[in-house]
């Protein structure tokens, strides 16, 4: 069964850090482009990164950029989400997922708050 | 990042045909095709159809998608009440090299 399973998610103050992690299964993790998609509360959806497959190149959308830094690996089938200088902003579910958004893990929530 | 548009809400009784659009540009809809999404309070988000217009293994033949130029569309026929959802769409903008979304279309089924 394909399977992606976030973790990592938490409570923390404004310009604090968190790592979300991504545990996939089930696919040839090395085969596939990943992505972060978020969704704050009571909004839409909102894509934060993406990773391709061979890990060489990245996107962000303009919000995270220089903040937030998307790695995998593969060895381990694990996708990462390090999130520096977190902003009240910041706050929603992450969701890992399997390009082209077609696998979603159950998401883990991030809250910035003081 | 400019974001694909969606209506914000669609209201269609129980078992008529519901129709969702999904505005984009050649960079993106128009590009490679859009993927919806569907998501239920609380949920995370399910993929209805792949950007070829295909429904993945275990979605209903009641679901489908299509597309003309920088518009793609989701036919929702013979509405249950379990569809009362929220669909969004999503592709790949060529220029922006980023995934951009609709706002949502919140279907309501009376």
């Known amino acids: 069964e394909v399977q992606l399973v976030e973790s990592g998610g938490g409570l923390v103050q404004p310009g604090g850090s968190l790592r979300l992690s991504c545990a996939a299964s089930?696919?040839?993790?090395?085969?596939?482009?990943m992505t972060w998609v978020r969704q704050a509360p009571g909004k839409g959806l909102e894509w934060v990164a993406t990773l391709k497959a061979e890990g060489s190149e990245k996107f962000y959308v303009d919000s995270v950029k220089g903040r937030f830094s998307i790695s995998r690996d593969s060895a381990e089938n694990s996708l990462y989400l390090q999130m520096n200088s977190l902003r009240v902003d910041d706050t929603a579910v992450y969701y890992c997922?399997?390009?082209?958004?077609?696998?979603w893990g159950q998401g883990t929530t991030v809250t910035v708050s003081s | 990042q400019a974001g694909l548009t969606q209506p914000p809400s669609v209201s269609k009784g129980l078992r008529q045909t519901a129709t969702l659009t999904c505005t984009g540009s050649?960079?993106?809809?128009?590009?490679?095709?859009a993927v919806w999404l569907q998501q239920h309070l609380g949920h995370p988000p399910k993929l209805l159809s792949h950007r070829n217009n295909n429904r993945p293994s275990g979605i209903s033949e009641r679901f489908s998608a299509s597309r003309s130029g920088d518009t793609a569309s989701l036919t929702i026929t013979g509405l249950q009440p379990e569809d009362e959802a929220d669909y969004y769409c999503?592709?790949?903008?060529?220029?922006?090299?980023?995934?951009?979304f609709g706002g949502g279309t919140k279907l309501t089924v009376l």
């Open positions: 050649s960079k993106n809809v128009g590009y490679q095709g």
């Open positions: 089930g696919f040839t993790f090395s085969d596939y482009w």
């Open positions: 997922v399997r390009d082209p958004m077609v696998v």
């Open positions: 999503s592709a790949w903008d060529s220029s922006l090299t980023a995934w951009v």
